[in-house]
Nanobody
């Protein structure tokens, strides 16, 4: 069992930055690929970014590529999402997830655990 707790969300002006963190419980963090997803009001949950278990291969959605960076620290059982150049379209609840493959996460598939989410609001 893995528990995921996100933090770092909040209100930011357009063009600003935020860094989200996701702390995982348990001693098996390095055996999971990790990902970030988001869900805006009235929309389906969508893939944002994913990172492989140890090599650090990353995937990004086209909408965040070049602005967001996912990283992980296996010693701290934590995955991060650095978000730069934020715009109002990035407003959503951001969820951390753990799964077996960073590649399948791109299709919002193969998720074993979800966090409860953290709200990011970008004002214009």
């Amino acid at each position: 069992q893995v528990q995921l707790v996100e933090s770092g969300g909040g209100l930011v002006q357009a063009g600003g930055s935020l860094r989200l963190s996701c702390a995982a419980s348990g001693r098996t963090f390095s055996t999971y690929a990790m990902g970030w997803f988001r869900q805006a009001p009235g929309k389906e949950r969508e893939f944002v970014a994913a990172i492989s278990r140890t090599v650090g291969i990353t995937y990004y959605s086209d909408s965040v590529k070049g602005r967001f960076t996912i990283s992980r620290d296996n010693a701290k059982n934590t995955v991060y999402l650095q978000m730069n150049s934020l715009n109002p379209e990035d407003t959503a609840v951001y969820y951390c997830a753990a799964g077996s493959s960073s590649l399948t996460m791109v299709n919002v598939y193969g998720i074993d655990y979800w966090g409860r989410g953290t709200l990011v609001t970008v004002s214009s």
